[in-house]
């Protein structure tokens, strides 16, 4: 035995999801992501499609299922277009401008590679570039986590932050 080989163990990420909320098209769109062996995230193509009005409760749910989803693959993104993104397809939209303009984009990710603890991290696009990040536990409530998510969504459009 070789006291001195360190053991090569695997790398664990912090999972993530994006989710975007528009009240406009009364639509949230919840997007697992891959992450590759570079350290990159990004979307993976199966976006889950929410009514607006759908209890917290179901929101909650929908974010664990799709931080479960997470995963790491390797891809090749070279050839991938901004029409490509997965969110934007979700949403049916015709353009990509559009797409930003009317969704309100929210990140969710584990804090670290215990993913014990998530974070909500959400722009304002405000003047001083001020952004909003909530955290709480990955085993919160589902009802919680739905309420919360809400919560940041609303603090982002208010955009009362000047």
């Known amino acids: 035995m070789n006291w001195f080989k360190p053991k090569k163990e695997k790398k664990l990420f912090s999972k993530k999801i994006a989710v975007y909320l528009s009240t406009e098209y009364k639509k949230i769109l919840v997007a697992p992501f891959f992450v590759d062996e570079s350290w990159l995230y990004y979307e993976q193509e199966e976006v889950e499609v929410l009514n607006f009005d759908v209890p917290d409760e179901l929101i909650g749910e929908s974010i664990k299922r799709n931080l479960q989803k997470f995963a790491e693959k390797n891809q090749d993104l070279t050839k991938r277009n901004l029409t490509d993104w997965p969110a934007f397809k979700a949403s049916k939209l015709k353009t990509v401008k559009e ?63 000047e």
Do not use: V
Request: aromatic share 6%; net charge positive; proline share 0%.
């Open 99 to 161: 797409f930003e303009k009317k969704y309100s984009r929210i990140s969710i990710s584990g804090l670290n590679e215990a993913n014990i603890s998530l974070s909500m991290d959400a722009e304002t696009k405000s003047e001083h570039e001020i952004n909003l990040r909530t955290t709480l536990s990955a085993y919160a409530d589902n009802k919680l986590l739905g309420i919360r998510l809400k919560k940041i969504y609303q603090a982002q459009i208010d955009k009362k932050i």
